[in-house]
């Protein structure tokens, strides 16, 4: 299954971006498949307060909406959605989602998608690092729209919307970014909740059990922005 | 081994061994178990009944000779010592608990950190609570779930914010004293560190009747 969808997701991008990228894509995924697959796992700590208000209201400009299932999604939404990726992979997995309770906020960037986060309350659809206790969230498949980066977009809608789980007695909202991915780490040390570094991990589920190996915390010390959101104190 | 020989004989021996390889291979898993001590729905019994008192101890000196010899006896004297000596080293607590004066079982907290990793990192001000135990004269009393009560209560007054404790998947007793707590049930895991990596297997829970979410007994219902 893994490796019909590499392929099925290769073959999508090579029909829309051609050969040489779809072969630079290759590589970089074949890199990151044997030396990155280590994600760093954190929390958002909803009863204390960031190095932003929480409080904060969106700019004008932007809309959150929540949507819990396909019907409540606008065609054109949906199908920006799916088909951002490879939509005969997307979309199965969009609506499983949708039907296993999972919720997606849409965020709107003058009435139009920008990008989007799922989200699911005290348990996730696959396993975990750990399981999730009463009062924890999950946010997760994060994204803002190419043409919409480089705005603060994602930190917005993040905050939006651990907020409106606060609001729904939720005390943490759990998160993971891949170690590679520097720019995500930075940017969400800066939300409006206190971040709380757990560790950096590898996992995999064979037969309905999951492994997990948790890396030694010096590595996760290591990193310069991590270390600073360590210093991130709750209130 | 040799220290339970020479207390217990040969046959009993080796069906410690015996018992002992069985877990070894079969019944490594832990069910894992959490409580939130700032919870509204949070309220433990607030007083233990009169012919029971809980201390707790910071160090070995602060142990009575005759308390220590009933503890470290229960097991290898040595070990014991080393094990007890190093726990409060690291900053750990031991709650005593007497029935009548009687020294009757104790339990062991942590708050901050675990003495060795957790079955994944642990962050904020929590604590963890492990190796309790009850002398076997006093066991059926309740005594257990009351001790763990009584030391939620005062972490909980402490400002601890959340409360762990694990307990063998093959131990029905312990899992059916936990049953009269407020712990809820977070998983089933098995672990092993190597070179400073924590490996973690999660499986399906398999838990009995009355783990998902229990009682801590008020002080009135316990016999």
Redesign the interface.
């Known amino acids: 299954m893994a490796i019909s969808h590499a392929v099925s997701r290769l073959s999508t991008y090579y029909r829309r971006h051609g050969f040489r990228a779809s072969v630079e894509r290759a590589w970089l995924w074949v890199r990151r498949s044997f030396s990155s697959s280590k994600m760093v796992v954190f929390?958002w700590?909803l009863t204390g307060h960031g190095e932003s208000s929480a409080n904060e209201d969106l700019p004008d400009y932007l809309t959150v909406e929540r949507k819990s299932s396909r019907e409540e999604i606008d065609p054109s939404d949906w199908s920006q959605i799916i088909n951002f990726w490879n939509p005969e992979l997307t979309e199965p997995l969009c609506s499983l989602r949708l039907k296993q309770g999972a919720t997606i906020w849409l965020l709107r960037f003058e009435g139009k998608l920008a990008g989007y986060v799922w989200a699911a309350i005290e348990r996730t659809l696959e396993?975990y690092?750990?399981?999730l206790?009463?009062?924890d969230g999950y946010l997760y498949d994060s994204l803002i729209f190419p043409e919409y980066r480089g705005r603060r977009l994602h930190l917005h809608l993040l905050n939006y919307v651990m907020t409106e789980m606060k609001a729904q007695n939720m005390?943490r909202a759990h998160f993971e970014v891949a170690e590679w991915n520097q720019a995500s780490l930075s940017s969400t040390a800066k939300a409006a909740y206190p971040r709380?570094?757990?560790?950096v991990?590898r996992k995999a589920t064979f037969f309905?059990?999951?492994?997990?190996?948790?890396?030694?915390?010096q590595q996760l010390e290591s990193e310069p922005a991590q270390v600073e959101a360590r210093k991130v104190t709750?209130a | 081994m040799f220290g339970y020989f020479r207390r217990h004989g040969f046959r009993a021996t080796l069906e410690r061994a015996v018992l002992s390889a069985r877990r070894l291979f079969s019944g490594t898993r832990m069910v894992?178990f959490?409580l939130?001590l700032q919870d509204e729905g949070f309220c433990a019994a607030t007083k233990l009944p009169d012919h029971l008192e809980v201390e707790r101890k910071a160090s070995l000196d602060g142990i009575g000779a005759q308390e220590w010899r009933q503890i470290s006896e229960f097991w290898n004297p040595d070990l014991c010592r080393r094990n007890f000596s190093e726990r409060f080293q690291e900053g750990a607590s031991l709650w005593l608990i007497r029935a009548e004066g009687k020294l009757a079982g104790y339990g062991w907290t942590m708050t901050g950190r675990t003495i060795v990793?957790y079955?994944?990192?642990l962050?904020?001000n929590y604590a963890h609570l492990f190796d309790f135990l009850v002398f076997p004269e006093f066991r059926g009393r309740n005594i257990n779930p009351l001790l763990v009560g009584h030391i939620l209560n005062e972490l909980a007054a402490e400002g601890r914010s959340r409360a762990y404790i694990e307990v063998r998947e093959w131990n029905r007793r312990q899992l059916n004293s936990l049953a009269k707590t407020r712990f809820?049930r977070?998983?089933v895991a098995r672990k092993a560190t190597l070179f400073?990596?924590?490996?973690?297997?999660?499986?399906?829970a398999r838990a009995g009747p009355g783990l998902e979410n229990a009682q801590i007994p008020a002080p009135d219902a316990v016999a």
Request: hydrophobic share 35%; glycine share 12%.
């Open positions: 929390y700590d396993p690092y750990y399981p206790a009463a009062g005390r709380h570094l757990l560790g991990a309905g059990r999951t492994f997990v190996e948790w890396l030694p915390a709750v | 894992l959490y939130d990793p079955y994944y990192p962050e904020g809820r977070l998983g400073g990596r924590t490996f973690v297997e999660w499986s399906a």
